[in-house]
């Protein structure tokens, strides 16, 4: 069941993106929200071990990939408006 994995890296991607997009007050499709989350684990993972967050477990990663999506629709924010 290795393609499970990948349903759940989807799913979870979703989630963290409609999170942050509820969090931004913002407005996007499914799609969007996919890889808004997907980019933001990357960069949440990022910045969890730049401050040396070590984290396991599904809920923590999507906490993570929450955060960072929310950073990405915040600087994105900040260029829109330019």
């Known amino acids: 069941m290795h393609g499970l994995n990948w349903i759940v890296i989807i799913v979870a991607g979703i989630f963290a993106g ?3 997009e509820r969090l ?5 499709g499914i799609l969007t929200n996919l890889v ?3 980019l933001g684990a990357f960069i949440g993972s990022w910045l969890a071990g730049a401050f040396g967050f070590a984290y396991t477990g599904l809920l923590p990663s999507i906490l ?4 960072g999506a929310v950073v990405l629709l915040f600087l994105l924010g900040l ?4």
Not at 24 to 28: A, E
Request: no cysteine; net charge positive.
């Open 18 to 20: 409609w999170i942050a």
């Open 36 to 38: 808004v989350g997907l």
């Open 24 to 28: 931004m007050n913002r407005n996007h």
């Open 64 to 67: 993570v990939a929450v955060l």
């Open 79 to 82: 260029f829109k408006r330019r």
